[in-house]
């Protein structure tokens, strides 16, 4: 590619970038005109009823609602600037479930302007009119809807070993609040249907190029996730690609170029729209204070003593802990990659092929997200934990995809 061409193909990617990103803060925009009073009468009496931080100690909140984030997420911009451009952007939450004991005017605040929060685009229309058990309810439909279409799209096209390796991967890991709350589970239906629309097309390319594709999906991912699984929306997409790559016997060394640039791409949307956001927020956000930035994330990344274990974490008790808190589906994909290796063994076919390397090294990122990202991932292990998933998918489905085939002749048939 010329000059001309990646000066042509730079423009293309801003001009969208641009666009899209005008169109989400649009949406917030628009979203904070609904009226408090709707949202307020909806949101106070379940909230009441809920509790935010139970069972801190490790294992016992696997299978517990994240409600802290659900208070977050119904309280988003209620009672927030009367500036409408202020108030999209300042994220105006009550924190622990505060609104549903105090008038908004009395219960502690703060303006959560580091995310986009970009879920009330949904929740605010929403919750003016319904309530937020019922709005966990239609969350789970979506999320059901949005994961069947994938698996049955994906089983047609590469046989039943996906659909066991996805049983296997995804019933015995924690994901209550993936599955039933707004404020987690959008990445996980945006990751659903993109991979659903890759495994549509084929694998190949048609109205929109795979580049254009993933910086979107970087984007959404930074607009409605509020930290909890962002990768999965690089990785499962990245999956179905692989897929169709291993099918079509693509050489390796072409299928990791393209791994690695749709991967910096994606980043590119993501931290890009994120930035965006802080931008936005330091200029028009009374109180947004870039120093205070700077150490949240700090933070995020770092190895210091742990506030929620009060204990000291290193990278390698980071993994430890995401083992610990997805043990049982560890246990049974493990027993299906040891009987693959049995089988492996006894045919003597235990050797490792490169076709295996472009979806070992996607399996490869949602670990090395969870590390960079330690203090993180140990704060919050009870939500950050399903990040695993796809990295046991592909352990299960190589493994099973090898042990439902058929041994292949390795010379003429004589009758």
Same mark, same amino acid.
């Given at each position: 590619m010329g000059r001309g061409g990646i000066f042509e193909s730079v423009l293309r990617y801003c001009g969208v970038f641009l666009f899209v990103g005008a169109l989400l803060w649009l949406a917030v925009i628009a979203a904070n005109l609904v009226p408090d009073a709707a949202i307020e009468r909806n949101v106070a009496p379940i909230l009441s009823q809920e509790t935010s931080w139970e069972g801190i100690n490790l294992g016992t909140r696997s299978w517990i609602l994240d409600t802290f984030t659900e208070c977050i997420g119904d309280s988003i911009g209620i009672s927030g600037s009367e500036n409408i451009i202020v108030r999209s952007l300042e994220s105006r939450t009550f924190d622990e479930c505060t609104i549903a004991r105090q008038s908004p005017s009395a219960a502690p605040h703060r303006n959560y302007w580091r995310y986009w929060h970009g879920y009330q685009i949904i929740s605010r229309p929403a919750l003016a009119l319904i309530s937020p058990v019922s709005l966990r309810d239609l969350n789970q439909l979506?999320?059901?809807?949005?994961?069947?279409?994938?698996?049955?799209?994906?089983?047609?096209?590469?046989g039943p070993a996906l659909a066991l390796a996805a049983v296997a991967a995804g019933s015995l890991v924690p994901t209550?609040?993936?599955?039933?709350?707004?404020?987690?589970?959008?990445?996980?239906?945006i990751a659903f249907v993109a991979a659903a629309y890759l495994i549509r097309i084929?694998?190949? $390319?048609?109205?929109?190029?795979?580049?254009?594709?993933?910086?979107?999906?970087?984007?959404?991912?930074?607009?409605?996730?509020?930290?909890?699984n962002p990768i999965v929306t690089l990785t499962i997409p990245l999956i179905a690609l692989c897929l169709f790559w291993r099918r079509q016997g693509s050489p390796v060394p072409q299928q990791i170029s393209r791994l690695l640039k749709y991967s910096g791409?994606?980043?590119?949307?993501?931290?890009?729209?994120?930035?965006?956001?802080w931008g936005l927020a330091l200029l028009f956000v009374p109180g947004a204070d870039l120093r205070d930035l700077v150490q949240v994330v700090e933070h995020r990344a770092g190895n210091s003593t742990n506030e929620t274990l009060s204990v000291t974490v290193?990278?390698?008790?980071?993994?430890?802990?995401?083992?610990?808190?997805s043990r049982m589906a560890c246990f049974l994909v493990g027993g299906i990659l040891l009987a693959a290796l049995t089988k492996a063994f006894v045919r003597r076919e235990l050797?490792?092929?490169?076709?295996?390397? $472009?979806?070992?090294?996607?399996?490869?990122? $949602?670990?090395?997200?969870?590390?960079?990202?330690l203090n993180h991932t140990v704060q919050h292990h009870w939500f950050v934990t399903p990040i695993v998933v796809p990295s046991l998918f592909v352990?299960?489905?190589?493994s099973l995809d090898y042990l439902l085939a058929e041994r292949e002749q390795s010379g003429p048939h004589h009758g």
């Open positions: 979506a999320y059901v809807g949005a994961l069947l279409a994938l698996l049955i799209l994906a089983t047609s096209s590469f209550l609040s993936q599955f039933s709350l707004y404020t987690h589970s959008l990445v996980w239906i084929n694998g190949e $390319p048609k109205r929109i190029s795979f580049g254009i594709l993933f910086m979107i999906l970087g984007m959404l991912t930074s607009f409605f996730d509020f930290l909890t791409i994606w980043m590119i949307g993501y931290l890009g729209f994120w930035s965006v956001k290193n990278r390698l008790g980071g993994i430890k802990i995401l083992a610990w808190q050797r490792f092929e490169s076709g295996l390397l $472009p979806l070992s090294l996607v399996a490869c990122l $949602p670990l090395g997200w969870a590390l960079v990202a352990v299960a489905f190589l």
